[in-house]
């Protein structure tokens, strides 16, 4: 099987892939759309391996809280919650992939809540060895934030941004680029507070100027910005870099994908 090049793992935001800001069950084809055309123009330019993970808007986030699949297995609740929520997600998943393929990109859907296990909300096992293979034949996995089974909790929710670094780190990958509806980690919420500033570098070193962070305005179980920064900066401890961008600024993922740095916000080691 071919060698696979250099690997880049990259995560399309729930807030910017989908109605999230208004809570609606919706997706924003808009963004979808123009998304997988920088995706597949910049994967056809510069030929490198991709892993695509997308977030979960309300298509999760929605059916998650309303059958507390955070809070672990307590009753038959969850699990009619655990069907409703993965079958959500599913639906996003199809729509994400579809747009990938129709770009030209060989995109395949990839489950999960089917081969990974968690404890204690924290992935113990996950099927590399499969994804591998799929990136050595060229294919781009499409995964997703999911319910999974959690060996302590019976279930937990996988958030994309776990499943990212995990991923970025088992597979070595080479870039890890995330896109959000902001242009990357401010001091305070952007959405709130007009003076907001944006922070270009953050490591152990400075992320205690960030003085207000949390969640985006819809609903969401995994901790918003605040769980996202602290996974890439567990990921930056184990040497990988990684960037948040704004998904709404038409050009700036095919950039970044083509080796633009500084474009919003870089997660490294302190130094
Ligand atoms: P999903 O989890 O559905 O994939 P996402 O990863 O695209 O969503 P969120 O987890 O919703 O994005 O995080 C983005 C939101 O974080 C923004 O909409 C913003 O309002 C909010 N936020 C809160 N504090 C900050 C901050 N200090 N800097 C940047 N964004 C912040
Ligand atoms: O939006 C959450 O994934 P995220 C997944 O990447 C579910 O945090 C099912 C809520």
Not at 125 to 134: A, G, I, T
Not at 179 to 201: C, T
């Amino acid at each position: 099987m071919a060698k696979r090049k250099e690997l880049v793992v990259v995560k399309l935001g729930g807030s910017v892939i989908t109605l999230k800001d208004q809570n609606r069950l919706e997706i924003n084809s808009g963004n979808l759309e123009r998304l997988a055309k920088e995706i597949t123009e910049a994967w056809k330019a510069k030929g490198f391996s991709l892993v695509v993970v997308h977030g979960a808007g309300p298509f999760g986030h929605v059916p998650a809280k309303k059958y507390e699949l955070d809070k672990g297995l307590k009753g038959d609740k969850q699990v009619i919650g655990f069907s409703e929520t993965h079958a959500s997600m599913e639906r996003l998943n199809s729509r994400v992939v579809d747009a990938l393929r129709r770009k030209g990109l060989d995109a395949v859907a990839f489950q999960p809540s089917a081969g990974g296990i968690l404890r204690n909300g924290k992935l113990v096992k996950f099927p590399v060895d499969v994804l591998e293979n799929m990136l050595g034949m060229g294919l781009v996995p499409v995964a997703y934030g999911d319910v999974l089974f959690d060996e302590e909790r019976g279930v937990s929710i996988l958030s994309g941004d776990h499943l990212v670094p995990y991923l970025a780190e088992k597979l070595k990958a080479g870039r890890v680029i995330l896109v959000a509806d902001v242009g990357g980690v401010y001091n305070k919420d952007p959405k709130k507070n007009m003076d907001a500033k944006i922070m270009k570098e953050l490591s152990r070193g400075n992320v205690h100027e960030i003085k207000e962070i949390g969640s985006s305005r819809g609903v969401d179980v995994t901790g918003g910005m605040e769980k996202k920064l602290e996974e890439l900066l567990r990921l930056a401890d184990v040497g990988i870099e990684s960037e948040i961008i704004s998904g709404l600024e038409p050009g700036l993922l095919k950039r970044s994908l083509l080796g633009g740095k500084g474009l919003g916000t870089i997660i490294k080691k302190k130094t």
